[in-house]
């Protein structure tokens, strides 16, 4: 195996990590639900202005959540798009819906919405926007169409956080969002996720299905004196541990997004011209729009050159991926009778679509070892 020069991600701590997970032990309190947990939510709460924050132990389980939280029954449908990562479906599947798989535009790779519409049935019960790379999707239209059929909006907006769209933070949109913590997300704590919860009638029982079905966080406040079984539900708290973690990342903030930024602005000032030149496709970012600079990806022209340009990199020690593959071409996907074809624009752009190395403390000349192979790269 080559040795690494330039890895695709890794963990940074940045502040008080350490001194908070220590703190957290010395409180004697280190399960759901602790000091770390509570300065998360209320970080959340008001950095984004949306009315409930609750920790989760991954975004996949805040979907879970949601699934639950909208009555999801066998027979629902639940509009997806096809380019996303597997939970974004799976959440539902798990209640019994059918999902119906929504082409991405060609530019921001986001849900097409102008093919919506055509796809609402009566047994639409929820639309599970993507913002791509952590550019919001379009969020006017998406909501306009949602709000006309009475069909619920949940953001999977495990990559925009701090994103938004026309001037409004991402996962403020939908009755309800959700974020993911994981390592490679852009705030980190191992395993994590958070649910957002826009709509005031879902809190409480938010509360409940994450304290396994019961009314626990109400006889913590002293509301009431007992707590018991009231619904269906799951253990959904991470440990206090990974709050104290994440906490601190959340204290950086302003560091961490600035930082990304100036990754991202390297990289697409020094790969603009070569990428106009050999037909590469750069992310595309509309004017009314402000990115979470989650990932920086590159469309090559054929899936020959992607495979070709990811073992290049390879080769030198620099180690970057390609992404998600279509979901309607998955053994589950076409166990629910999807075949190729039915999203060509996902199909071709999954064959293409490199990401490069991006992580909250890559420096500006492991950027420049990247972008001098990807320029040393024979395109014939
Ligand atoms: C990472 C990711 C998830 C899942 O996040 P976990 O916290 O690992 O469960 C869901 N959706 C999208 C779009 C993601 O990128």
Redesign the pocket.
């Known amino acids: 195996m080559e040795t690494i020069r330039v890895d695709f991600n890794r963990p940074v701590p940045l502040g008080n990590e350490y001194e908070y997970i220590r703190q957290a032990i010395e409180s004697g309190r280190i399960s759901g639900d602790g000091g770390f947990t509570k300065k998360c939510h209320t970080f959340l709460e008001s950095e984004l202005g949306v009315n409930k924050a609750l920790l989760t132990t ?4 805040a ?1 879970e959540m949601s699934a639950i939280l909208l009555d999801i029954k066998p027979g629902d449908e639940v509009i997806i798009p096809d380019f ?2 597997v ?2 479906v799976n959440a539902f599947v798990l209640r019994g819906a059918k999902p119906i798989f929504l082409d991405v535009r060609a530019d921001t790779l986001n849900l097409d919405e102008s093919k919506l519409e055509a796809a609402i049935t009566p047994r639409t019960k929820a639309i599970v926007p ?1 913002h791509y790379a952590g550019v919001g999707c379009e969020m006017d239209s998406i909501m306009d169409i949602a709000n006309r059929h009475h069909v619920a909006v949940v953001e ?1 907006n ?2 925009g956080l701090f994103g938004k769209y026309k001037g409004k933070y991402l996962g403020t949109f939908g009755s309800l969002a959700t974020q ?3 390592e ?2 852009n705030f980190s704590c191992g ?3 958070a649910l957002l919860i826009n709509d005031p009638f879902l809190v409480e029982r938010a509360e409940i299905i994450r304290e396994k079905g019961t009314n626990r966080s109400r006889f913590f406040r002293g509301q009431v004196d007992k707590y018991t079984w009231v619904d269906i539900g799951s253990s959904y708290l991470p440990s206090d541990l990974l709050a104290a973690f994440l906490y601190a990342q959340f204290e950086q903030r302003e560091r961490i997004q600035s930082h990304r930024k100036n990754v991202w602005d390297m990289y697409h000032a020094g790969l603009k011209d070569w990428a106009e030149k050999h037909g590469v496709q750069l992310p595309c970012i509309p004017e009314d729009r402000e990115q979470a600079y989650h990932m920086f990806y590159m469309l090559l022209p054929t899936l020959d050159l992607r495979q070709r340009l990811i073992m290049h990199l390879r080769e030198r020690g620099i180690y970057s991926v390609f992404h998600y593959l279509p979901l309607h071409l998955s053994d589950m996907g076409q166990g629910f009778g999807y075949k190729a074809g039915d999203c060509p624009v996902t199909e071709r752009i999954s064959d293409q679509l490199i990401r490069l190395p991006f992580y909250n403390d890559l420096t500006g000349s492991d950027q420049e070892l990247v972008m001098d192979a990807i320029m040393e790269f024979k395109f014939q």
């Open positions: 991954s975004c996949t389980h979907l996303t990562f939970s974004t993507v999977d495990a990559h993911s913590f994981h490679t997300k395993e994590g996720g």
